[in-house]
């Protein structure tokens, strides 16, 4: 199957070298390229800790609160308007 992609000039010139030494088409060396990056397991994906602190099941102490009454508390009058 034919494709049309985009490869950063240096690295199309590290795989043309490479073909040309070992004497394989181009195609080939991306082939090989694809194959062994599509043969490692994917990582496992990241999961952050859970460090909450307190009672999950307590209420929300800033729901009593409105937007502009929450940033005068966090800038104190001080911060963007």
């Known amino acids: 199957m034919k494709t049309t992609i985009d490869i950063h000039d240096e690295l199309l010139e590290r795989a043309k070298r490479l073909a ?38 307590a209420p929300d102490p800033l729901e009593r609160y409105s937007w502009p009454e929450l940033r005068e508390l966090i800038y104190g009058g001080e911060g963007p308007t």
């Not at 060396?29 to 307190?54: C, F, I």
């Open 20 to 57: 040309k030494t070992t004497g394989r088409p181009l195609r080939a060396v991306v082939e090989d390229g694809l194959r062994r990056v599509l043969s490692e397991p994917e990582p496992a994906p990241y999961v952050l800790s859970d460090l909450r602190a307190g009672n999950p099941d």
